[in-house]
C-alpha cells in the first residue's frame, strides 16, 4: 500500500518535473541551433536569447513595453470576465434566457478577435479604447461558455431544496449556486487569462507605439531574431506566472474542490 505523498512533496515532484522538462527543451534548443540545420541568423541559442533579453530590459524598453500590454491585457481582460461571468451565471440559471443568448453567443465565438482588428479601429480609432474591447469581447466569450455550462450543471434539486427551506434568491445563489459553481468559474478565469494574451497579440499588431507583440513586430521587420524569442519567452513565462497565480488563489478560495 501506497502512502498520499503530502502536499509540500506532491508539489517538489511537480517542480523537478517541470524543471526537467525545460532543461530537455533548453538542452534540444542548444544543439539545433548549433548543429547547422537551421541558419544561424534564424535560430538564436539560449545564450544569444538571454542576452537579447537582458539587453532589452537595460534599456528600458522591457519595462515599458511589458507595463502597456499589462494595462491592456488587465484592464480588458477584468470588463470582459465580469460581463463574461454574470452572462454565464444568467443563462445558466434561466433556461429562457439561455434559449435566447446561446445562438447569438455560439455565432460570436467562431469570429477570433484578430478579424475585429480592422472593425475596431474604424470605430474607435487606433487608440487603447478598441485594443482593450477586443481583449474584452475574447475574454467574455471563453468565460461564459465554462461559466454557463458550470452553473447548468448544478443540480436543481439543490436549488429546489433550499427554496422550499425558505432561502430568499440571494442566499440561493450565495450558498448553493456559487460554491456549486466556484471550480467552474475558476477554470474559466484561468482559461480567459490565457485568452487574453492570445487578443492583446492581435490587439498590438492592429496598431500600437509599445507593448509585447509590438515589439515582436518591430523585431520581426528588422530580422532581430534573437529579440523576437526573447519577446516569444517573455510572453510564455507571463501566461506561466498569471495562471500560477490564478491557481494558487483558486486553491485558498475554492478549497472545497478536487480539481
Known sequence: ?????????????????????????????YLLARSGAVAPGLLPTPAQTAAALADSARSGALAADLGASLARAGQGFALGAVVGSALGFATGYLPRLSAAVTPLISFLRPIPAIALVPLATAWFGIGETAKRLLIAYAVLLAVWLYVHDGVSRVPVSHLRAARSLGAPLHRRFTEVLLPAAAPALLAALRYGASVALLALVAAELGGADSGLAYRLQVDG?????????????????????????????????VHWSTS
Do not use: C, E, K
Open 221 to 253: 521587420q528588422f530580422l532581430r531574431v534573437d529579440r523576437m524569442f526573447a519577446g516569444l519567452l517573455v510572453l510564455g513565462l507571463l501566461g506561466v506566472t498569471i495562471d500560477l497565480l490564478l491557481a494558487a488563489a483558486g486553491r485558498r478560495l
Open 1 to 29: 500500500m501506497h502512502a498520499t505523498p503530502s502536499p509540500p512533496g506532491r508539489y517538489r515532484g511537480r517542480l523537478g518535473a517541470a524543471l526537467g522538462v525545460a532543461g530537455a527543451v533548453l538542452t534540444l534548443w
